[in-house]
């Protein structure tokens, strides 16, 4: 079946360009610094052209084939890991089109800079997220693998005095076919420097493909295993100290004072360092540092949000939704198709303020003297640290060096920069390095939150009862107003309206306002999925609560409204036969759906609840349709859906930040809970066949679990759950 594929707003334009415009002038050929190697520097469009135009070069280069003369392939990568599987899916691009085993490719983390590594499909910023690696990578990678190989061919045609066409790529080589004679690409290296770069490669087509769209081991796993992989935690420069801290617990607050007396008499400790809004205590290690922290005395000024709660919060965001807001999209005439309607419906929705948790807590090393600063860290954005630590210690950004390490979960919470920041701070008063390991209690109540959300909805059913109006305002924080102003517009981010407009649904009359509103002291960041986690929520949840007005099948109302979405139509019958939907259940289990079009990829999922009579929630089941374009690894997209589903129940059976006095009430993972081993569902993944460009995998899952939960719940109890997390108490079933 033939089908169309459209990108989200915010990268369409800039992918566009990738796939049209590489050129033969995007290509840089050098020699190799170890000399006789060949060196690729792909040049890459970006979706703006700020940051080029200061130095007048239309083009910034942000990936290198490097083939040395011993025929290692280097990769020099300019997204990060942190468990979501681009060190093998990025590589498998450029072995494929290079004709290369994947252990033949190894990796060199790009440096921080912008301007030679920015992701063209974020604008240019050097950052790792909004699932777009492989979607940024997926054009340019491989024609960088082909014209790499292209130019190999034809150094081993000259060499041998053949017509090209007579040669062929394979295993690191290239074959004459009449002769069967073999040159290794280390041996053609230094020839190939000097063969012109071709206007044109041909890219392989996919039915000739080897290694992209199988299950490729991960390159990462054996050193993960045996333990050699260093993750930012597990850095350990000579002579490093450890320090932790205590940061005001109000946000906004400030230390008023600190009695160190018994800090200082404990074994290890070696310094106290006091910041306006923090006190760290330095240590030989871990230990000491904890115990220092837990002997100190400090008395805070709490500042102007000591008697901040998050009823303070959701009363703003209320009254904020009963004004208009700036309009995300307007199609038809809501409100002549609402006033003529044979049913209205309404509903108002909310979800809480959410913390990362990350398994990893914030923590970050820094080493800073007069001429100079060095940090190691697992940071999502590397320049963005740089530049951080450079401000911070009053250095020139060229003075400031960023080692970046494996993350051990980053979620968006690393691509903010507060805890380099911190580590900064602290190691001004430090002579030498310093690593600072912020305690889980510290890491959950100064985290960055994803914001806290307002929804009124209203729709308009015909007498068939379908949708013939819909209207959605929502209140919330916009974390790319802060994070990236440019992408802030008369009122709008594509962040923040993400998975509430462009609906894969034909609603003939549709209106959407976003107000933003910024919640007092709190402060606000991406968190996995980010803006659908909120909007697909409130839109898969309402569109149930339409099908249950009209009185029909929620897989049936979803599908009658698919027409001009077939991609998202096959996906969801196709979840819906593998889950049985319609199928007989046992007494309190119900089935769930929902459906989404987001990180461009489409996504169907069915989640099977089973409620207790206390009211206690269980996911049993979890059956998943995605329609992703065109797979590299299929085993990560797998445990990429796997992980961002098990996120995504932990999120809508317990996760919640609540404020009370200005402070978070949650500290550890008894108070912020997280989905046990033995709750996890079992989760079948299906994939459609595809041949459309890739989309995001990271974070969708996330967002499509949470209203099939809710959803299954209705299903289950006749209870319409318009708030998360699930509240136990209102499942429960009288005696």
């Known amino acids: 079946m033939t089908v169309s594929h459209t990108l989200d707003r915010a990268a369409g334009s800039a992918q566009s360009e990738l796939a049209s415009s590489l050129s033969r002038r995007r290509f840089l050929r050098t020699a190799a610094a170890t000399g006789g190697g060949l060196m690729l520097s792909l040049r890459l469009p970006l979706a703006g052209r700020a940051a080029a135009a200061a130095d007048g070069d239309d083009f910034v280069p942000n990936a290198f084939i490097r083939i040395g003369a011993d025929g290692q392939v280097v990769l020099t990568m300019p997204y990060v890991e942190m468990g979501q ?72 045609a000259q060499r041998w005095k053949v ?52 299950p490729a081991k991960r390159l990462d796993t054996p050193a993960k ?87 303070d919060i959701v009363d703003e965001l209320e009254q904020a939704t009963l004004n208009p807001g700036a309009v995300a999209q307007t199609i038809g005439d809501a409100p002549s198709a609402m006033a003529r309607a044979a049913t209205r419906v309404e509903a108002i929705y909310q979800v809480p303020f959410l913390a990362h948790a990350t398994m990893e807590p914030m923590n970050c090393t820094a080493h800073v003297r007069p001429d100079g600063c060095e940090i190691w860290a697992g940071t999502q954005a590397m320049a963005r640290a740089q530049a951080a630590a450079a401000k911070t210690a009053g250095l020139p950004l060229d003075k400031v060096v960023v080692h970046n390490h494996l993350i051990g979960g980053g979620f968006g919470r690393r691509l903010d920069v507060d805890g380099v920041v911190r580590a900064v701070q602290i190691a001004q008063h430090v002579d030498g390095p310093v690593k600072v390991v912020w305690t889980r209690e510290e890491d959950i ?29 929502f209140a919330g924080s916009s974390v790319l107003a802060r994070w990236a102003p440019p992408f802030f517009n008369i009122g709008l981010d594509p962040d923040t309206t993400e998975g509430a407009i462009d609906l894969v649904y034909g609603l003939p009359n549709m209106h959407v306002e976003y107000v933003r509103v910024e919640p007092p002291g709190v402060p606000t960041a991406f968190w996995r999925s980010v803006g659908p986690s909120h909007t697909v929520f409130v839109v898969e949840s309402f569109i149930d609560e339409l099908a249950a007005a009209a009185k029909q099948d929620p897989v049936a109302y979803r599908l009658a409204l698919l027409d001009k979405t077939p991609r998202a139509k096959g996906a969801l019958a196709l979840v819906a036969e593998k889950a049985g939907w319609g199928q ?152």
């Open 85 to 156: 599987g681009t060190y093998t899916s990025i590589p498998m691009l450029i072995a494929e089109e290079l004709e290369v085993d994947l252990s033949q490719v190894r990796l060199e983390h790009a440096p921080p800079d912008e301007k030679r590594y920015g992701n063209p499909l974020l604008g240019g910023l050097q950052a790792t997220g909004n699932s777009n690696a492989v979607r940024a990578s997926w054009q340019p990678l491989r024609q960088a693998g082909a014209t790499a190989r292209t130019m190999l061919i034809a150094a081993a």
């Open 163 to 214: 017509d090209t066409a007579s040669c062929r790529a394979q295993s690191g080589e290239v074959l004459h076919v009449p002769t069967t004679r073999r040159l290794k690409y280390g041996e053609l290296a230094a020839d190939a420097v000097r063969i012109p770069i071709p206007d044109k490669v041909a890219l392989k087509r996919p039915e000739d493909f080897k290694l992209i769209g199988t």
């Open 225 to 311: 295993v045996n333990g050699t992989a260093v993750y930012g935690i597990d850095v350990r420069p000579s002579g490093v100290k450890i320090a932790t801290l205590a940061q005001s617990p109000v946000f906004g607050g400030r230390v008023k004072s600190v009695d160190d007396t018994a800090a200082r008499a404990v074994k290890g400790v070696r310094q106290i360092v006091q910041l306006d809004d923090a006190v760290a205590v330095v240590a030989d290690h871990m230990g000491a540092a904890k115990k220092g922290l837990a002997a100190l005395v400090i008395e805070w000024d709490d500042g102007p949000h000591a008697k901040l709660t998050t009823k």
């Open 445 to 473: 109540q100064h985290d960055m939150y994803r914001p806290y959300w307002f929804d009124r909805l209203s729709a308009g059913l015909n007498d068939k009862g379908m949708p013939v109006a819909w209207s959605h305002r």
């Open 584 to 735: 007989s259940l046992p007494e309190r289990v119900g089935r769930g759906v929902s459906l989404q079009f987001v990180f461009a990829t489409y996504m169907a999922l069915i989640a099977e609840v089973e409620v207790s009579k206390d009211g206690a929630v269980r996911v049993r089941r979890v059956v998943c349709a995605v329609d992703c374009g065109v797979v590299v690894n299929p085993d990560t997209v797998q445990a990429q859906i796997q992980s961002a589903i098990i996120f995504g129940i932990t999120a809508a059976l317990h996760g919640q930040i609540t404020l009370r006095n200005g402070r978070v009430e949650q500290g550890n993972f008894d108070s912020y809970q997280m989905l046990r081993i033995d709750e996890a569902p079992v989760i079948d993944v299906h994939i459609v066949q595809s041949s459309e460009p890739p989309g995001g995998m990271g974070e969708c899952g996330t967002s499509a679990i949470v209203p099939a939960v809710a959803n299954a719940i209705f299903a289950a109890t006749g209870k319409r759950l318009r708030k998360m997390p699930v509240d136990a108490t209102a499942l429960r079933q009288p005696a």
